[in-house]
């Protein structure tokens, strides 16, 4: 049989005078187990914790399914991704198969592949399987698509709506009001501490005062630092400056982006950028927190 684990002539010498381990030599063959007895003070422990990796030996030669720690320690401390997964199934009492989650993350054909191969993307869907190997519940996922590319992002969203689908609950938290959006049915607002808005994103949407956003900016004799003169426009509901347009929550535009047109014609100013989109959990972030505002 192939040799798994060797020592030869193995030493420990603590403070250069306490020997623990005195040239101790073992072999022990694949598939055997192998005991390792001895009273208090016999060196177990030391001889153990040095075939592990954990203590540095003073002298002698240790090498595990081939490998020895002072050549190939990244080697010898790597999980595979399936490793990984099963060692997190290992602390829960009714685990789900490893491989079933493997093919619910994607992540088949990395199942031998060290973790440390891993791209950005695979890393976070391997986090993810390893909290739902345990068959949770309640999920947390905190910032779970963070520098992610989008298509990531994407695999990510569909592994939490599948979870949920089956009846799981889930905690997220994000920077991403685009994601919030998607995925929370609810949601809350919270800042310094405190909770500031709470109810579903459509419902947030429609507090802001507006459905729909009206951003621009202008040249010439107007000054778009005056937002009074914006707010006083048909159907403006609030107007606030954002990395250096003037943004309009607004209820009919088609009301609005007329009047905005005549009023910059009658100040002699030429209109430099205009854009009109749906109101979205950003705008409603930026009103109740003025996050902009505070970091300028």
Request: hydrophobic content about 35%; glycine content about 10%; overall charge negative.
């Amino acid at each position: 049989m192939p040799v798994a684990i060797q020592c030869h002539d193995l030493r420990k010498t603590y403070d250069g005078k306490v020997e623990a381990v005195r040239g101790l030599n073992l072999e022990i063959e694949t598939g055997e187990c192998f005991g390792l007895l001895g009273p208090n003070g016999a060196g177990k422990t030391t001889t153990i914790e040095i075939l592990e990796g954990l203590l540095e030996p003073t002298s002698g030669k240790v090498t595990i399914l081939g490998h020895d720690w002072q050549t190939n320690a990244r080697e010898l401390r790597k999980l595979t991704v399936r490793e990984t997964i099963e060692l997190f199934s290992s602390f829960y009492r009714e685990p789900r198969s490893s491989d079933d989650v493997l093919t619910d993350l994607q992540l088949n054909e990395k199942a031998d592949a060290w973790v440390g191969k891993l791209s950005g993307g695979q890393r976070q869907r391997l986090a993810v399987a390893t909290a739902l190997v345990g068959n949770p519940r309640v999920l947390f996922l905190d910032e779970p698509t963070t520098g992610l590319d989008p298509q990531s992002r994407r695999q990510l969203w569909d592994i939490i709506r599948a979870f949920q689908r089956n009846g799981g609950t889930v905690l997220l938290t994000t920077h991403y009001m685009d994601e919030a959006e998607r995925l929370c049915d609810r949601l809350a607002i919270i800042d310094h501490g405190q909770l500031i808005a709470e109810g579903t994103p459509a419902d947030l949407i429609d507090r802001l005062g507006g459905h729909h956003v009206v951003e621009f900016s202008v040249g010439g004799n107007s000054d778009d630092a005056n937002l009074d003169g914006w707010r006083a426009l048909p159907g403006v509901d609030s107007v606030r400056h954002d990395d250096g347009l003037v943004c309009l929550n607004v209820r009919e535009p088609h009301r609005t982006i007329p009047a905005l047109l005549d009023a910059v014609h009658n100040q002699g100013s030429q209109l430099l950028h205009l854009t009109t989109r749906q109101a979205s959990l950003e705008d409603v972030f930026v009103r109740l927190t003025g996050r902009h505002l505070r970091e300028d």
